[in-house]
């Protein structure tokens, strides 16, 4: 497969951590050039310092708030002053302020997860797609989550954004083809500081015993399918969804 990415500049939102930073550094070792955006400068400032040093490509950093429409445009700004395109656009950012019921959760929470889960990844397509993609083309990834496939007594309003996002995937999909793919990753339970309430303290090795392959995943495992769906490798995929879940979703229900 051709996964080279060399001449191709990258935006990683919520890059500075976790499966965002993971991605950032699979894309930078396979050549491309590499915006990582977060909140905070000093932490983006940090991990562009270690990719840096690990991959030995080239990357830099703006932060911004992934929900806020003028930070992304400055984002956008800065990655094009910087690297001169943008070909890669991975919104991986996200947020999730409530757990509970659903039919609980106040309004305020339930804005603030639709507006960095969903309305943001549709913002820095927006930004992309008049900035650079619509004349040069280009690829978006968006990072959803199993749960968005299925339903959860506690992270309901989470997972409605994420399955928000698997449609929004599919109807940009449609309508920025044939020069713009947009494609999407549904993790599973990945061990990163976002998901620890979900794995720390021996809950990581009963869900793991759940899955065919028993173990949870790590943020590699889904920067490997990122720099797929990247690359020209997936050049013949568009509006996809693929599901990287150590085979979760088809596990039986009972622990053995």
Same mark, same amino acid.
């Given at each position: 497969?051709?996964?080279?990415?060399?001449?191709?500049?990258?935006?990683?939102?919520?890059?500075?951590?976790?499966?965002?930073?993971?991605?950032?550094?699979?894309?930078?070792?396979?050549?491309?050039?590499?915006?990582?955006?977060?909140?905070?400068?000093?932490?983006?400032?940090?991990?562009?310092?270690?990719?840096?040093?690990?991959?030995?490509?080239? #990357? !830099?950093? &703006?932060? %911004?708030?992934?929900? $806020?429409?003028?930070? /992304?445009?400055?984002?956008?700004?800065? +990655?094009?002053?910087?690297?001169?395109?943008?070909?890669?656009?991975?919104?991986?950012?996200?947020?999730?302020?409530?757990?509970?019921?659903?039919?609980?959760?106040?309004?305020?929470?339930?804005?603030?997860?639709?507006?960095?889960?969903?309305?943001?990844?549709?913002?820095?397509?927006?930004?992309?797609?008049?900035?650079?993609?619509?004349?040069?083309?280009?690829?978006?990834?968006?990072?959803?989550?199993?749960?968005?496939?299925?339903?959860?007594?506690?992270?309901?309003?989470?997972?409605?954004?994420?399955?928000?996002?698997?449609?929004?995937?599919?109807? #940009? !999909?449609? &309508?920025? %083809?044939?020069?713009? $793919?947009?494609?999407? /990753?549904?993790?599973?339970?990945?061990? +990163?500081?976002?998901?620890?309430?979900?794995?720390?303290?021996?809950?990581?090795?009963?869900?793991?015993?759940?899955?065919?392959?028993?173990?949870?995943?790590?943020?590699?495992?889904?920067?490997?399918?990122?720099?797929?769906?990247?690359?020209?490798?997936?050049?013949?995929?568009?509006?996809?969804?693929?599901?990287?879940?150590?085979?979760?979703?088809?596990?039986?229900?009972?622990?053995?």
């Amino acid at each position: 497969m051709d996964t080279n990415m060399d001449g191709k500049v990258a935006i990683v939102t919520g890059g500075s951590r976790g499966i965002g930073k993971a991605i950032a550094a699979s894309l930078a070792e396979a050549g491309a050039r590499v915006m990582i955006t977060s909140r905070k400068a000093d932490v983006c400032e940090a991990a562009v310092a270690e990719l840096s040093d690990q991959t030995g490509g080239d #990357l !830099a950093f &703006e932060a %911004g708030h992934a929900g $806020r429409q003028e930070d /992304i445009q400055r984002v956008v700004d800065t +990655t094009l002053a910087t690297f001169g395109g943008v070909d890669v656009l991975v919104n991986n950012a996200a947020t999730n302020p409530y757990a509970g019921p659903t039919i609980d959760v106040d309004v305020p929470r339930w804005e603030k997860t639709f507006e960095v889960n969903v309305t943001g990844p549709l913002m820095w397509t927006q930004a992309c797609w008049r900035a650079w993609m619509s004349e040069h083309g280009g690829g978006v990834i968006n990072i959803s989550s199993v749960g968005g496939l299925s339903t959860n007594p506690i992270l309901g309003p989470y997972d409605i954004t994420k399955a928000a996002l698997i449609h929004l995937t599919k109807q #940009l !999909a449609a &309508e920025l %083809g044939p020069g713009v $793919r947009v494609n999407a /990753i549904a993790p599973g339970l990945i061990k +990163t500081d976002f998901a620890r309430a979900l794995w720390e303290g021996g809950q990581g090795e009963v869900v793991a015993k759940a899955y065919p392959l028993k173990r949870l995943g790590e943020p590699e495992d889904i920067a490997a399918a990122a720099l797929y769906l990247a690359s020209e490798a997936s050049g013949w995929v568009t509006g996809m969804t693929m599901i990287v879940d150590g085979g979760g979703l088809i596990g039986f229900s009972k622990i053995a």
